[in-house]
């Protein structure tokens, strides 16, 4: 479907007055990106869907920079706008719809999945610059491609319970690698505006502590005296026992490093420079597989539809004549006024 569209900022060009010719106009046309089969995805088209994504390049790139991150984003979205555009295809073939209740509701169970209300999550993307609009309509999509792929892909999906035994025997073998540290620190606190003076002498007062913890002195006594936590000082540092990802990256390197009975270097993190001991390490036991069966099959079946998604909507393309322009130049010609 050719179409020449005015549309205020993302106007391109200016067709020339056809005078004489009838059926013709002077129109406002703009670039094409993308034509399947007959129908053209237009470049503010594109651009609406990336913004939220264009909007996070982040500032003072080089403009060769800028321009590749710029292509990347737009490149991901037009991707995703096609695989939009054959599934909804594919649903009017297979006679599905989508209702507002629905949109409702699943926006609702993301909402819940996040400890937030669904009017929480559209005040959060109207800062974004995402309009409730804009989000109904992404989230249409979603449902809608769920139903498709229900339809069409869950039939391809077998898990058997020789499947799930294997999924076990892994989650076994990774928990056999993993441990549960029991932390003790000090903080020498800093003011996240500290200057480099400040900082600097900070970590010399966290070496100090160091120097006599290695010497033999109690941890727990230096908590006491020089740790700058309110709430853990008075329990001699203990922070008891530390999920692994639940610290900043830093913190989580130096405890993985430690040795039971160990003492670190000073680790700087938000708040100021720790000093961490490791008081002992609990080995994770896996969990029995009845326990665990039927959350390791919906990971399966998880990991598998997004197989055969992909598998699907490469087969989608290979239906239609998918003409790709965003890295050309060439743009939609005026089509006849009506």
């Not at 039927?294 to 087969?315: F, K, P, S, T, W």
Request: hydrophobic residues 40%; aromatic residues 4%; negative net charge.
């Amino acid at each position: 479907m050719k179409r020449a569209v005015k549309r205020g900022g993302w106007m391109v060009g200016l067709a020339l007055s056809l005078a004489g010719t009838a059926g013709w106009a002077e129109e406002i046309i703009e670039r094409v990106v993308c034509v399947v089969d007959d129908d053209a995805i237009f470049l503010s088209e594109l651009e609406r869907r990336a913004r939220p994504f264009l909007a996070e390049i982040p500032a003072g790139l080089s403009t060769q920079q800028n321009a590749e991150r710029r292509t990347e984003v737009l490149r991901t979205a037009l991707d995703r706008m096609l695989d939009d555009q054959l599934i909804r295809r594919a649903a009017t073939r297979a006679h599905l719809t989508v209702t507002e209740d629905d949109v409702d509701e699943f926006i609702g169970r993301m909402a819940t999945e996040r400890g937030a209300t669904p009017e929480q999550i559209y005040a959060a993307l109207q800062q974004e610059g995402v309009s409730r609009t804009e989000y109904r309509s992404y989230m249409e999509s979603e449902v809608l491609q769920l139903r498709v792929l229900q339809a069409r892909v869950r039939g391809r999906i077998n898990i058997t319970d020789p499947d799930l035994q294997q999924a076990y025997r892994r989650a076994v073998r990774e928990a056999a690698d993993q441990t549960v540290p029991t932390v003790a620190h000090v903080l020498i606190g800093m003011a996240e505006d500290a200057t480099p003076d400040q900082v600097a002498a900070a970590r010399v007062r966290a070496m100090e502590v160091v120097r006599r913890a290695r010497a033999g002195e109690d941890f727990s006594s230096l908590a006491r005296q020089m740790s700058d936590d309110s709430a853990s000082r008075e329990s001699g540092g203990a922070l008891g026992e530390i999920q692994q990802g639940s610290l900043p990256e830093a913190l989580d390197q130096a405890i993985t490093a430690l040795a039971v009975g160990a003492v670190s270097d000073p680790v700087q993190g938000p708040a100021g420079w720790h000093v961490i001991r490791l008081a002992s390490r609990r080995a994770v036991e896996p969990p029995p597989f009845a326990s665990v069966r039927d959350r390791l099959y919906a990971a399966l079946v998880n990991r598998e539809m997004l197989r055969q998604r992909g598998i699907y909507l490469r087969e989608l393309r290979h239906t239609v004549s998918i003409d790709d322009r965003l890295d050309g130049t060439r743009t939609a010609a005026t089509s006849p006024a009506h």
